[in-house]
């Protein structure tokens, strides 16, 4: 009786590199990083708020350096990145269909939008009141 070796398929590191999609994917998902830093930020933020004034006090002065800020914003396009990409996927994952017609991906993805514009206006506004 002879043994067989499986056959592995060699997967290279630059893998992602050699086809559009693929980039698009691993820039997709790479705006993971930036995202983990501002929960990271907030949670530290939760953290010193419960530490007392002093701590509250260092935690709103490393938010406040130009490098943190800098990672805030590159969190912020990421998330919008992420939103943009997921609103657009939705509607081919998930077929939203009314009265048996299917609605173009646009106008689903339109809906989102105006769905997240409404609640971060509704947000914001509870925050200034």
Request: charged share 15%; hydrophobic share 60%.
């Amino acid at each position: 009786m002879s043994v067989r070796k499986p056959y592995i398929r060699e997967m290279k590191a630059d893998w992602w590199l050699k086809k559009r999609p693929y980039r698009f994917y691993m820039l997709r998902e790479a705006t993971v990083l930036p995202l983990t830093f501002f929960s990271l930020c907030l949670l530290a933020g939760l953290w010193s708020l419960g530490r007392g004034p002093e701590a509250w006090a260092g935690w709103l002065a490393f938010m406040a350096s130009p490098l943190v800020i800098v990672l805030n914003l590159l969190a912020l396009a990421g998330s919008l990145f992420h939103a943009a990409t997921f609103f657009l996927m939705m509607p081919q994952v998930m077929p939203v269909k009314i009265r048996g017609e299917r609605l173009p991906a646009v106008k689903v993805a339109a809906a989102q939008w105006a769905l997240t514009a409404a609640i971060s206006l509704f947000c914001l506004l509870w925050f200034l009141s």
